[in-house]
């Protein structure tokens, strides 16, 4: 029996990423890994493929699969009409299509009229939840021609049935992030917009620390070095949640190092973190301490507003407006680059949130932001309460991108918050915000101390050429919705 993995991904639009966008921007997908690794061999070949790096556009190319299973990961809700269009192409050629991941499991649960419109006439079976209890058992009970349609994992599985993922299926060397890598999975959170506390649950679940150090020793140890070979992307959603256990994950790291002195590593968490200490094994140790010994280069912070009142319309007060300031000069001191999560559209949103956080992250030296409009994603608190409001106009899930509006905002026409986006968006990258941000005189001047060092040097280079490439990126999206964003609010 052979089994084929697919990741969707939307590609050719105009509007949208390029493959090229998408192996700058992303990282390789875990998830195929992990299903990999729990199939059973002895009565299945896996094979996985990634549509950012390897899109099926023909006939042809959906005829070539020599393949009986077609596995659908749908983590992210704006796949979820391409991967519609993938499961069609397969079951008029006969092929078992099994679906799973966050969107799906969201439409089951809260949206089911949705989940019985769009994915059960696709679908030969279902994965609901995570797989590790029981995928193995669909694969199984495939083999023995009696597959049922639904697989809901019981529990959330506990961290030590997580398997390795094989980062072999992984096609890893086509992104720029080579290696990602899993600590930890949930968080207990919950802010309104976020699938993560629904889907991975609230209690915070970790790997064995040593065992996640060991996998990251061994991949380091096989990997030739080279540009972004020594570099991990932990896909944690908040590694630092769990103070105790970011300690001894970070000691664990630093042994690391030690061994492979390349070794640094980026990851998600809250700006809060930096201002943070734990006591781990009777010493006290400061977070920044820890990121910065252990090799972090890279935060990326849901820093999501600069206005307390939407912060607090989204269940997120623990992020201090007034501390940001302090907070982000602590990671710059620790040599931390930031890449600050900024999400516009709350109720408490006027126009002049493009302007203040433009003030903000100039203001602040951010280095990289990722800007997106408010997602109202299914099975949120958000979702739920805009679908009670009848705010919700667009129902298309490509358009969940956080690149249109898709609601109504309270104190924003939707065109204005688009017009605003992407404004922002464009000034964010352009030449005088780069020059402010990360190529200022004071980072020049350090950077010429330290000589002939040519770490800093180097980081000036490196961050540039990601705003660069984000300048380009978001000026072509822009150029290309300035008239299709017209046409889309003329129609509600
Ligand atoms: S946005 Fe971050 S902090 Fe909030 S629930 Fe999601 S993962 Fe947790």
Redesign the pocket.
């Known amino acids: 029996m052979k089994i084929l993995f697919i990741t969707p991904e939307t590609f050719d639009k105009e509007e949208g990423y390029t493959k090229e966008d998408l192996t700058f921007i992303g990282f390789p997908s875990l998830t195929a890994g992990v299903i990999g690794a729990l199939t059973p061999l002895e009565i299945a070949e896996f094979k996985a493929i990634d549509e950012a790096i390897e899109p099926i556009r023909t006939s042809e190319d959906f005829d070539g699969f020599q393949t009986d299973i077609i596995a659908l990961s749908v983590n992210m809700s704006y796949k979820a009409n391409r991967a519609m269009k993938i499961a069609s192409e397969f079951r008029r050629r006969r092929k078992i299509v099994v679906w799973g991941g966050v969107h799906v499991t969201a439409l089951y649960d809260h949206h089911r009229e949705r989940f019985e419109k769009e994915i059960e006439p696709y679908a030969d079976a279902v994965v609901l939840g995570e797989a590790e209890e029981v995928w193995p058992q669909l694969i199984w009970d495939i083999y023995n021609n009696s597959p049922k349609k639904i697989y809901r994992a019981g529990d959330r599985p506990k961290s030590d049935s997580w398997p390795q993922p094989r980062y072999d299926l992984i096609s890893s060397d086509k992104f720029l992030v080579k290696n990602s890598r899993q600590a930890t999975r949930g ?5 309104e ?5 629904s889907f991975s649950g609230s209690v915070f679940r970790r790997r064995d620390a040593k065992i996640v150090a060991n996998d990251i020793r061994e991949t380091l140890s096989q990997r030739k070095q080279g540009f972004g070979r020594s570099f991990f992307a932990f896909v944690d ?2 590694i630092c ?1 769990d103070r105790g256990y970011f300690a001894e994950l970070a000691l664990h790291l630093i042994e690391v190092k030690k061994e492979f002195p390349k070794f640094c590593w980026g990851g ?1 968490s ?1 700006l809060y973190s930096i201002d943070k200490s734990v006591r781990y094994k009777g010493v006290e140790y400061s977070l920044g301490d820890l990121m910065e010994r252990s090799g972090c280069i890279a935060m990326f912070v ?1 820093i ?1 507003s600069v206005s307390k009142e939407s912060l607090a319309g ?3 007060s ?1 992020n201090e407006v007034e501390k940001y300031p302090d907070q982000i000069k602590k990671f710059h001191d620790y040599g931390i680059m930031l890449n600050a ?1 900024m999400v516009f559209g709350f109720d408490t949103d006027t126009e002049n949130v493009f302007g203040d956080t433009y003030e903000f992250l100039v203001k602040n030296k951010v280095e990289i932001s990722l800007l997106n409009i408010l997602v109202p994603l299914p099975g949120t608190t958000l979702y739920k309460r805009y679908y009670a409001e009848g705010r919700l106009f667009d129902h298309n899930w490509e358009n969940y991108d956080g690149r249109h509006v898709v609601y109504y905002p309270s104190l924003m026409t939707p065109e204005q918050l688009e017009r605003g986006f992407f404004d922002l968006w464009k000034a964010l990258y352009s030449w005088p915000s780069i020059v402010k941000r990360v190529v200022n005189p004071s980072q020049v001047i350090a950077a010429l101390k330290s000589l002939p060092n040519m770490s800093k040097i180097n980081q000036i280079v490196s961050r540039t050429y990601m705003n660069k490439r984000y300048a380009e990126i978001s000026s072509r999206i822009a150029r290309a919705r300035r008239s299709s964003s017209k046409d889309r609010f003329a129609r509600t």
Not at 187 to 191: A, I, R, S
Not at 193 to 197: A, E, K, L
């Open positions: 968080c207990p959170l919950d802010c917009f976020c699938s993560v506390t959603d908040n949640f998600q809250n849901g999501e989204a269940n997120k623990f999560g």
